[in-house]
């Protein structure tokens, strides 16, 4: 990997999860695309609390269009972890959120990710411009 592992101190929120018994594989150690799932949780929990974002009936929602994770360290059940999260770029209707999972405390990173988001009207499926305080929320984390 080219990439420099990434810092607690690189991160501007934190998202405090805790692994679950069926989040282990066969192997001994949280699945690969467990990992996916603990950022789409920190990604959703921030903006529901922080942006307003109404995930049940608002008329705008966030489609995933690309993701992708580099894996450093393994975790498993029943490691307290903590996602890291920032934005790398943040346009009209898109914003990319770089992501990292730390066991609870540690200052080096296990696993980082990334992945982008895409705005869209509910009910026509396509792009809009990100609502003011989804906006606001979002550039806090630049």
């Given at each position: 990997m080219s990439e420099q592992m990434p810092q607690r101190g690189d991160y501007r929120h934190f998202q405090p999860i805790l692994t679950r018994w069926h989040d282990n594989d066969v192997y001994g150690h949280v699945n690969n695309v467990t990992y996916y799932s603990f950022f789409d949780t920190a990604?959703?929990?921030?903006?529901?609390?922080?942006g307003g974002l109404d995930i049940h009936s608002g008329e705008v929602v966030g489609f995933v269009v690309s993701s992708a994770c580099d894996y450093?360290?393994?975790i498993a059940f029943p490691e307290r972890i903590e996602v890291g999260l920032r934005v790398g770029k943040l346009g009209n209707s898109s914003v990319q959120y770089e992501l990292a999972v730390f066991k609870a405390g540690e200052a080096d990173a296990c696993a980082a990710g990334r992945f982008v988001q895409v705005f869209?009207?509910?009910?026509?499926n396509?792009?809009?411009?990100?609502?003011?305080p989804l906006r606001g929320a979002l550039q806090a984390l630049v």
């Open positions: 990604v959703n929990t921030y903006l529901i609390e922080e450093f360290a393994s869209v009207e509910r009910a026509s396509r792009p809009v411009a990100i609502p003011n």
